[in-house]
């Protein structure tokens, strides 16, 4: 299996609402990821889990919460965001660090903020 | 700087027809390059990796190769697909103390019948 999933696919939500995304894969990867993509643009990174433990943030704005609850999943929660926020959100893993092994990318969720 | 630049920006040719992209790269320390191939909406799928001691890679119609030299790669496609079209992107892993992905801004490939 090397797949990585990604829910919901598609998501809208007001300003003032709290949503999460979720993401999961069950590659043994200790390396997961959270991208953001505007349209034809390339993926931006935001956060890096390395053995469940957050190691990188790319100072993204405290509206988006990472969260690792074991080595399958990595949650982003969602609470006040803004319309610009709109983008397709990217999970990846890897076995290693990024930079050294292949990483396998979700489908993305499209979240549009209204 | 490290920056990862590539041609053409957009490219149209008939199914069946061969073409190739081009990545040039300054990224230092250079680590591993990638192609990735991505439909519109949904992740990135990758197509191959290279490390500097690698020149050539194929995946089935994919042929990717790296000159570490002058920091210049390609992805040649084969008897192209319609399936092909999609944006075709660079990615040079930096092995310097950032760690990052260098990502370029893709080539939009499309396949006509």
């Known amino acids: 299996d090397t797949e990585v999933t990604q829910t919901p696919k598609h998501l809208v939500m007001g300003m003032t609402n709290k949503k999460s995304l979720k993401c999961e894969q069950h590659?043994?990867?200790?390396?997961m990821y959270w991208y953001k993509q505007k349209a034809k643009k390339p993926p931006e990174l935001m956060f890096v889990?390395?053995?469940?433990?957050?190691?990188i943030n790319e100072s993204v704005p405290s509206r988006f919460s990472p969260e690792c609850p074991n080595s399958s999943l990595l949650n982003l929660h969602l609470h006040a965001l803004q319309p610009e926020d709109s983008a397709l959100y990217l999970c990846?893993?890897?076995?290693?660090?990024?930079?050294?092994?292949?990483?396998?990318f979700g489908q993305g969720t499209r979240l549009t903020v209204v | 700087k490290n920056q990862v630049e590539q041609s053409p920006q957009s490219l149209i040719i008939l199914e069946g027809k061969n073409c190739t992209l081009q990545?040039?790269?300054?990224?230092?320390?250079?680590?591993?390059l990638r192609w990735y191939k991505q439909d519109t909406g949904r992740g990135p799928v990758s197509l191959t990796i290279?490390?500097?001691s690698e020149n050539t890679k194929s995946n089935g119609r994919y042929t990717a190769t790296l000159d570490a030299d002058t920091k210049q790669s390609s992805l040649h496609i084969t008897a192209s697909q319609l399936s092909d079209s999609a944006s075709y992107i660079c990615?040079?892993?930096?092995?310097?103390?950032?760690?990052?992905?260098?990502w370029g801004l893709g080539t939009s490939l499309a396949v006509n019948p």
């Open positions: 990846a893993s890897s076995q290693l660090g990024l930079q050294n092994t292949e990483a396998f």
């Open positions: 590659m043994g990867h200790r390396a």
């Open positions: 889990y390395s053995y469940e433990k957050l190691s």
């Open positions: 990545c040039n790269y300054t990224v230092s320390p250079f680590s591993n």
């Open positions: 290279m490390t500097f």
């Open positions: 990615v040079v892993a930096n092995a310097g103390n950032n760690r990052k992905l260098i």
